[in-house]
């Protein structure tokens, strides 16, 4: 997660993001400025009511997410149109009380996460960033994750953030059980906040405005979604790109030649730190198919095995963990290790890429939407609408088939010109993913 928070963090950064710290506890008038947010939270919020012994007068919330607390601080903090954009963000906790069954990683009540929250004198430019940070995200997920079972949508209006004027959403689809888990959203929140807080900044002219903002955040559920995606049944396949330890070195030992295979397997370790960027070599008083068996397990993408002949032949074993190859290279051909690397990485996209192309079919009745939801798949179904007339058709959905209406695909519109709402009939203005969610 680290690694995946840093990847993230450098592109905030080269953007002209700053990290702030803000406060993990908001009073409750704070968190009721801005009506829609606080109702949308209502159901989820965590109270602290007692300090010590005593009763507290107000109550303070351990914040859901840090919208509040920024706008309240925006308006001292903004005053002129020199002060715009203004771009922040924080790596931290927050919490939500969630009331369904939690899953690790996926559904939890301490959300471990990156938000980001901006400020812009023009909707337009508002509306850039929003846009911008999906890109930012899809480059972490399909580049460095190696997740392209990645679903980019624009949620419907009954599945908007709280108090955002659109929610865009990248939503990663699981094969193992046909589900999708949201792994990064980006809210355009129009000017609801600054005025709810009284955000405003001078122009040029001396008159005053209420500039627009926005917000985006992915959380720890992302490391759910690539374990999902990249493991099998030995145990988790770590993308190389975010992989903490990139390989491994096992010494095979072997009686009366011990002290100089370790020798070779050093020199060999130390050479892939230098080539990878991080090796470690395990020197453990346990046999290499225990080693062999540890280490896949924990994903790492590569293993270089060192015995007695390859210390006779100054030969190592590499084998990689996504196919299980083994390939037997020179000691002066190490650097190979860096294009498995690259291949592997390759691969994991490769695959995750497939798993979603296959998983998407057409439906144009409830009951070829059932069998594409039984099959664990993902529906493109035809549909009324995605502003709140559509919502009671999409209830259907969920009281029937428990699937959720994703919504629209944000890279690949295609027209619902001559067709029928897979629900009510009426005339189709849109093309939606329905699919299990997480
Ligand atoms: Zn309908």
Request: hydrophobic share 40%; net charge neutral; proline share 4%.
């Amino acid at each position: 997660m680290e690694n995946i928070f840093r990847e993230l963090e450098k592109m905030l950064e080269e953007d002209g993001h700053q990290k702030v710290l803000l406060p993990l506890l908001i009073p409750e008038d704070i968190l009721a400025v801005e009506s829609e947010h606080i109702k949308g939270f209502e159901e989820e919020v965590f109270w602290i009511t007692q300090g010590g012994n005593e009763q507290l007068e107000r109550r303070l919330a351990l914040r859901p997410t840090s919208e509040v607390i920024l706008y309240y601080m925006f308006r001292s903090w903004l005053r002129s149109y020199k002060d715009l954009p203004v771009k922040l963000y924080q790596r931290a906790e927050v919490f939500r009380y969630e009331t369904k069954a939690t899953r690790p990683l996926l559904r939890v009540r301490q959300v471990y996460w990156n938000e980001a929250h901006c400020v812009h004198l023009t909707e337009e430019e508002c509306m850039h960033q929003v846009m911008k940070a999906i890109e930012f995200y899809e480059k972490l997920f399909r580049e460095i994750c190696a997740l392209e079972n990645l679903l980019v949508v624009e949620r419907p209006a009954w599945d908007r953030f709280a108090g955002a004027e659109r929610t865009f959403a990248l939503d990663c689809y699981i094969e193992l059980t046909g589900r999708t888990v949201q792994v990064g959203t980006s809210h355009h929140l129009g000017q609801k906040f600054t005025k709810a807080f009284g955000v405003r900044v001078k122009l040029p002219d001396g008159s005053e405005a209420w500039p627009y903002s926005n917000s985006y955040g992915i959380s720890c559920r992302v490391l759910g979604a690539l374990i999902l995606t990249h493991s099998d049944d030995v145990g988790l396949i770590l993308p190389p790109r975010i992989a903490p330890v990139k390989a491994v070195v096992v010494p095979i030992l072997y009686k009366g030649k011990e002290e100089e295979i370790l020798e070779y397997a050093k020199e060999v370790v130390g050479q892939l730190q230098e080539l990878l960027g991080s090796a470690v070599l395990d020197t453990r008083e346990e046999r290499p198919g225990w080693k062999f068996y540890y280490w896949e397990m924990k994903g790492v993408p590569l293993r270089a095995e060192v015995g007695p002949k390859d210390l006779e032949n100054r030969t190592v074993t590499l084998v990689r963990r996504d196919t299980r190859e083994k390939l037997c290279v020179k000691f002066e051909e190490l650097g190979k290790a860096k294009d498995i690397l690259e291949d592997i990485q390759r691969n994991l996209r490769e695959r995750s890429k497939k798993m979603l192309e296959n998983a998407i079919k057409l439906a144009r009745t409830m009951e070829e939407l059932e069998k594409i939801l039984a099959e664990k798949k993902v529906a493109l179904v035809p549909f009324c609408s995605t502003n709140l007339e559509g919502k009671e058709c999409a209830e259907k959905i969920k009281q029937q088939l428990a699937a959720e209406v994703l919504g629209v695909d944000l890279r690949n519109q295609k027209s619902a010109a001559g067709k029928r709402c897979i629900v009510c009939g009426k005339p189709a203005t849109v093309w939606v993913y329905v699919a299990k969610k997480y």
